[in-house]
């Protein structure tokens, strides 16, 4: 997914999501579903410094 990929959908520009992910193992395999689910939709993943139409942190909190 480069720059000049981002225009190639349908002639229109590709929407982009930015995704973070913070914790532990599950969360990177949430985060790859939850990817797969926004290309499904027309987006582009984009790094995450870059700029995006939509940014996506995933966290989670460990409780006893």
Excluded at 31 to 56: M, N, Q, R, S, W
């Amino acid at each position: 997914s480069g720059a000049f990929s981002r225009f190639l959908y349908g002639g229109k520009k590709m929407k982009t999501a930015a995704f973070y992910t913070l914790g532990c193992k599950v969360n990177q395999y949430e985060t790859e579903a939850i990817e797969e689910l926004f290309e499904k939709e027309g987006y582009t993943t984009v790094p995450f410094t870059e700029k995006a139409d939509c940014y996506i942190i995933n966290t989670c909190s460990v409780t006893s």
